[in-house]
């Protein structure tokens, strides 16, 4: 199994471009989980989905993020536009059964995203 | 809610020496408890869980015990290497919800 994909591993933009990060999750995975790390605030839940659809977008920091999911294998989180504030790992989870308590999350390898 | 608190970094060690890295978690219902870790430049991946009271999480010579009495789950080692400089995560998830609880990140230097 390749894991959770993360792409591009590595993104330098300017202040005020649109971002566009993708996360292919492990096949058979329900759940995914997009999450922002920093040294400062830690590791940060934004949003996650369960069969495709959100449920939880309260730590999305504001309008400026969005995220989707069109199918089981496919998600995307966007910055519109992109702020050097933003600048953080961003990483991608998923896992199986999304309410049973026992299913560990799997996570990407990460998107080091900087804004100047 | 749910929340996880766990001991604050760095904690800086040599080689072989013992290493515990506290977590206590409060939490409704009957959760289950994980220890993920996180190598530089890398993203979490788990280390060990436990899914019931006074279940033992093993790997890679790392424990963690369930303790639902002093709802804790504290990771040890009795011999650390220079290649376990990481920073560890306690972490719960509890039934009926689709999210893990995460502690802060306790980062451990290991010095050969």
């Known amino acids: 199994d390749a894991g959770v994909i993360q792409s591009p591993r590595h993104e330098v933009t300017e202040m005020g471009q649109e971002v566009t990060l993708r996360c292919k999750p492990i096949s058979g995975h329900n759940s995914l989980f997009w999450y922002r790390q920093t040294m400062m605030r830690g590791l940060e839940l934004l949003i996650y989905f369960n069969n495709n659809v959100p449920i939880d977008d309260s730590g999305m920091p504001e309008d400026r993020f969005s995220a989707k999911m069109p199918n089981a294998s496919f998600s995307t989180l966007k910055i519109q536009p992109s702020e050097p504030r933003d600048s953080a790992v961003y990483f991608c989870?998923?896992?199986?059964?999304?309410?049973?308590?026992?299913?560990?999350?799997?996570f990407g390898p990460g998107t080091r995203l900087t804004v100047l | 809610g749910d929340s996880v608190t766990q001991m604050e970094g760095p904690v800086t060690l040599s080689e072989e020496a013992f290493l515990t890295i506290n977590c206590t978690y409060t939490?409704?219902?009957?959760?289950?408890l994980f220890w993920y870790v996180q190598y530089p430049g890398e993203g979490l991946q788990l280390l060990l869980k436990a899914t019931k009271a006074d279940d033992k999480g093993s790997n890679k010579g790392f424990e963690a015990t369930y303790r639902k009495e002093t709802t804790s789950f504290h990771l040890e080692k009795g011999s650390v290497q220079v290649s376990d400089s990481a920073v560890y995560f306690c972490a719960l998830k509890n039934t009926g919800g689709f999210k893990t609880i995460f502690g802060a990140g306790t980062r451990l230097f290991v010095k050969a």
């Open positions: 989870a998923s896992s199986l059964a999304g309410q049973s308590s026992y299913n560990e999350q799997f």
């Open positions: 939490a409704t219902g009957y959760p289950s």
